[in-house]
């Protein structure tokens, strides 16, 4: 049954605590559940199911099932499809209020972000795909071919992959959720969607909506949930599912590399990031820097394409670093119920404490604080972090290397053009990326250099539904979003017929 806390002030609410398998909204076997903490308060705010290896068994089980069977003609009639994830939509635009609240009471985003990318971007986007697949070709003629002496007319046929495995991360859980699994549905997959355990309200309430607001049949559209990543792992290494997409940490892809490896599983997979903002020297440092700063404090800084490394020409390092403090010493933070806040706290007390070991490593390693760099002594409940700015961050360093996930941002001084691109590459990663500059042509000739999926030239990197986005190296594998996007979630068939 859906629980709620008694509505304060700040209109504190839990979420949906039950699993969606096979088209019926469940407990776990056993009644087991899980405590989910707000983060800003470091309460717990209620439970969740968690499911055991039972429930992901049922829940794929009822995927392969049901997309064999074609529940529905699902597979075929992309209208019906269509049909259905409006409904979708629909109704998470009635529980888009509820929604808003879960979600600031689960990750501790600032509300103000919920009508950006934590709510109302994922509304946008799930009306979006509709109409695209509604328009897609999934059957193609290629013309007439000669082989082997033969003369044929050949066809190529999109076609679903199978049963997908969406497994989604905690820094933005509602808009991963419909990134992941909206589009797959389209394609006609059945789609096993596991959001993180430590925002699993939003996936459970996305199965509510779908379980109780649409006609999709069941088994093609399940949410399961557990607080033991040895359980949810079954999703990766079982052969019934055809299909694994994730969004997380590089290392745990590489997990899911190796469990999906015996299967040969298509994987598609947005990992890590460690992008750079390289500012030529030539460009406005009043006007490209404050957005710089600004943005690696949004969402608390648990962003995987934020450009987290700035490189700023060594003769500008002072008045760079001037400005980039005073940004940050401004930037609005805290309370997430407060409106004009946009960061609150980090997602749990071990995430806070990995950034601050971080941000202690870098200056024992030779970085200097410029600000923040600790907890902030005015909110002594909730697991925040102040703002914080580094300079003189050796590259090749920790911090200048791992992903922080937290609201800090190092600056690395350069001496030409040619180094800077190589301390930008430098790096297992690959996502995303920024160059600045008073010319638009040397950004773009700067831009084409760096070694990564998007990348912004005098423009931030690129973010949109019909814009690519993904990484390169170690920074992951496939696309999301704009016709590559959509085409992962599909195998291409060529068929040959007499001509």
């Avoid at 750079?276 to 962003?303: E, N, Y």
């Avoid at 119920?337 to 202690?360: C, F, H, M, T």
């Avoid at 995303?432 to 990564?452: E, F, K, M, P």
Wanted: hydrophobic letters at 40%; glycine letters at 10%.
């Amino acid at each position: 049954m859906t629980s709620t806390s008694a509505e304060s002030g700040t209109g504190v609410l839990a979420g949906e605590e039950r699993l969606l398998i096979d088209g019926t909204l469940t407990g776990a076997t056993g009644g087991a559940t899980f405590e989910v903490i707000n983060p800003a308060t470091e309460e717990v705010a209620g439970v969740a199911a968690d499911g055991r290896p039972a429930d992901f068994d049922r829940a794929i089980a009822a995927a392969r099932r049901a997309f064999d069977s074609n529940a529905g003609r699902w597979r075929d009639d992309v209208e019906f499809r269509a049909r259905c994830v409006t409904q979708l939509r629909d109704g998470l635009v009635r529980a888009q209020e509820r929604l808003r609240r879960i979600l600031v009471t689960e990750i501790g985003t600032p509300i103000a972000m919920t009508h950006r990318i934590q709510l109302a971007f994922p509304i946008e986007e799930a009306g979006y795909w509709p109409g695209y697949a509604r328009d897609f070709e999934f059957g193609r003629d290629a013309g007439t071919h000669t082989g082997m002496g033969m003369s044929f007319a050949q066809k190529l046929e999109y076609v679903p992959v199978g049963v997908v495995a969406a497994i989604t991360p905690w820094n933005a859980p509602l808009y991963l959720n419909i990134a992941e699994s909206v589009p797959a549905l389209l394609a006609g997959n059945a789609v096993i969607l596991k959001p993180a355990q430590l925002t699993p309200w939003n996936g459970l309430e996305l199965g509510r909506i779908a379980a109780e607001e649409t006609d999709i049949p069941p088994g093609i559209f399940q949410v399961v949930v557990s607080d033991d990543n040895d359980v949810a792992a079954l999703l990766t290494s079982d052969p019934r599912v055809d299909m694994v997409t994730f969004t997380g940490s590089t290392a745990v892809g590489r997990k899911i590399l190796a469990a999906a490896a015996p299967t040969v599983k298509k994987t598609v997979m947005e990992l890590g990031g460690k992008s750079t903002h390289i500012v030529l020297d030539d460009a406005d440092l009043a006007k490209v820097l404050p957005g710089a700063a600004a943005a690696t404090c949004t969402m608390s800084g648990q962003g995987c394409t934020l450009a987290t490394r700035v490189l700023l020409p060594r003769a500008k390092m002072a008045e760079g670093l001037a400005i980039m403090k005073a940004t940050m010493e401004a930037f609005p933070y805290g309370d997430p119920w407060d409106p004009g806040n946009y960061s609150g706290p980090a997602i749990s007390d071990v995430q806070r404490a990995k950034v601050l070991n971080l941000i202690e490593g870098a200056v024992a390693s030779g970085a200097t604080l410029i600000t923040g760099g600790g907890k902030p002594a005015h909110l002594p409940r909730g697991y925040y972090i102040e703002p914080t700015l580094l300079s003189d961050v050796d590259p090749r360093s920790v911090i200048g290397q791992e992903e922080t996930f937290g609201p800090v941002v190092t600056v690395t001084p350069y001496d030409s053009e040619e180094e800077a691109i190589a301390i930008a590459n430098d790096t297992i990663y690959g996502l995303a990326g920024q160059v600045s500059s008073g010319d638009d042509d040397r950004a773009l000739a700067v831009a084409r250099q760096i070694h990564t999926g998007t990348v912004g030239a005098n423009a931030p990197a690129p973010f949109s539904l019909t814009s690519p986005l993904g990484g390169v190296r170690q920074s992951g594998l496939g696309r999301r979003y704009g016709d590559h996007g959509f085409e992962e979630y599909l195998e291409l068939k060529t068929i040959a017929v007499p001509a």
